[in-house]
């Protein structure tokens, strides 16, 4: 296991909700990335948090956003949900900002109705 | 087009063959190449690099090809256990940290 965790494991939301998802990195590790893998398709960056700054954003809406603590813990943040939001939802933490070899988490599946 | 894209499969193997897969990507600054191998419903882990000399890691050979923005990925000798969904990856110089997968190729590796 990589020691990255995420919570919860399954969520079933409407359209038209809010959701939070929630990722702990791994134990010295202080960039978090997240991104969206829909059905039968590869995993697509939505945005990364080194020190608690956003550092960089891949194709996503607004309604996209997120947080990372101190702690270096994260949070993904999706507004107004829709029903193409329906995927899994990875985290991935890196031992620094720009690393390119990432632990991935066991991610959280949204499912919007 | 997109930016990384991959054999469409699924391969369906017998145990023993060898398969070998093919990633295609569009943007000539990538700088990092990987594969990630993904077990079904589960999180996507990191496979082996690929390097211009190309790698080798017991079973498993990966090839990188700068001139034609080609990678491959060869599976020796097929095992049960091989059967996931196996995804290219690239990065950017300018992005380091941003992972571009491709869409995956299943493998299923038959008795």
């Known amino acids: 296991e990589t020691g990255v965790t995420q919570s919860p494991t399954h969520l079933i939301k409407t359209r038209g909700q809010q959701v939070t998802l929630r990722c702990s990195s791994q134990?010295?590790?202080?960039?978090v990335s997240w991104y969206q893998q829909a059905l039968g398709q590869g995993p697509q960056f939505i945005f990364q948090y080194y020190r608690e700054e956003e550092n960089g954003r891949g194709n996503f809406p607004p309604r996209f956003s997120g947080l990372q603590f101190p702690n270096y813990s994260s949070e993904l943040n999706v507004n107004a949900l829709e029903l193409d939001d329906s995927a899994l939802y990875l985290c991935?933490?890196?031992?620094?900002?720009?690393?390119?070899?990432?632990?991935f988490g066991p991610g959280t599946r949204l499912t919007v109705l | 087009r997109k930016e990384v894209e991959q054999d469409p499969g699924p391969f369906n193997v017998p145990e023993g063959a060898t398969v070998a897969f093919n990633c295609t990507y569009s943007?000539?600054?990538?700088?990092?190449f990987f594969w990630y191998r993904q077990d079904c419903r589960k999180e996507p882990k990191l496979l082996m690099s690929?390097?211009?000399s190309g790698n080798e890691d017991g079973r498993f050979t990966a090839q990188l090809n700068r001139a034609s923005q080609y990678i491959s990925l060869l599976i020796r000798d097929s095992k049960l256990s091989d059967s996931a969904t196996y995804l290219c990856v690239v990065t950017s110089y300018n992005q380091g940290g941003k992972l571009i997968f491709g869409q995956g190729t299943e493998l299923s590796v038959k008795p």
């Open positions: 134990s010295g590790h202080n960039t």
């Open positions: 690929v390097y211009s």
């Open positions: 991935a933490s890196s031992f620094r900002q720009g690393d390119n070899e990432q632990f």
């Open positions: 943007n000539s600054a990538s700088q990092s």
